[in-house]
């Protein structure tokens, strides 16, 4: 479903309903009537109408959204945190190798997003983009800004290893239960 508000348009899938100009309803009554199914995408969107740097925010977040979700980044990142995981402990301090991992993790995302962002939008200018990425982060999704922020903040980077260390333990305790009702 898309909201073409420029045309006062809703748009799903393969139906198009026309709402008045001056008609304005919430966004429940609008969908109602809809069946989306368990395994349907569902999407509101706003194309333009908008001044140029909200559009340009708009297309640079978004491209950002896709490149996280992909499946090539993930398996960067799990990579990652499978070859480093086992350094990290849940104490308070910090041991001076974290920082070392942390900027290798830096540098690694931060080289990998800027040349997918910069495949996918030629024109893109880095600089411009950590300003608005900065100046506008309340309007970014939470995942991804937490994925942002797990390579430019240090706090955040290591919760990130931390809630993988526990995921390990947890599968490797999980994997000797069943090992155990095995054998007995």
């Known amino acids: 479903i898309k909201l073409n508000q420029k045309e006062n348009m809703i748009v799903t899938g393969k139906s198009t309903q026309k709402s008045s100009g001056t008609d304005t309803k ?9 069946d989306f199914g368990e395994d349907e995408d569902f999407e509101i969107a706003n194309y333009g109408g908008g001044n140029a740097e909200d ?27 499978d070859e480093n995981y086992h350094v990290f402990e849940e104490t308070e301090e910090n041991k001076m190798e974290y920082l070392g991992i942390f900027k290798a993790y830096q540098k690694k995302i931060e080289r990998y997003l800027e040349n997918k962002l910069k495949e996918r939008i030629p024109d ?25 922020l797990s390579f430019t903040d240090f706090v955040q980077f290591k919760e990130l290893m931390l809630d993988h260390l526990r995921s390990k333990k947890k599968a490797k305790a999980k994997k000797k239960s069943k090992a155990r009702r095995v054998i007995v």
């Open 26 to 34: 919430p966004i429940e009554d609008l969908t109602e009537d809809i």
């Open 55 to 81: 559009d340009m925010f708009d297309n640079m977040v978004g491209t950002l959204q896709d490149i996280v979700l992909e499946e090539e980044f993930e398996l960067l990142q799990r990579t990652f945190l």
């Open 124 to 148: 893109l200018d880095m600089k411009q983009f950590f300003e608005l990425i900065t100046s506008r982060g309340d309007e970014i999704d939470s995942q991804l800004l937490d994925t942002l």
